[in-house]
């Protein structure tokens, strides 16, 4: 159960091989999924929002302050 051990995931690591203890990783299917979405992005026609005219507003009145009465 070491790195002669041509069972053990460590073995393989060793001798370099792959098998049932040691499997090749399988491609995410999460970059597959965000290259489709990517892919489909680009294709989508671009629509552009008309801007909305921007209203100049007036300035806030402010009222005048209170005198303390003592």
């Known amino acids: 159960m ?13 001798k370099g091989s792959y098998g049932n203890s040691r499997k090749h990783k399988e491609e995410s299917t999460v ?7 990517a892919a489909k992005k680009e294709k ?16 806030a009145k402010k009222a005048p302050a209170k005198k303390k009465e003592e």
């Open 31 to 37: 970059k597959a999924d965000i290259a489709a979405a």
């Open 2 to 14: 070491g790195r002669g051990d041509k069972r053990s995931a460590k073995g393989k690591r060793f």
């Open 44 to 59: 989508a026609p671009k629509v552009e929002k008309a801007a909305a005219p921007t209203v100049k507003k007036a300035p």
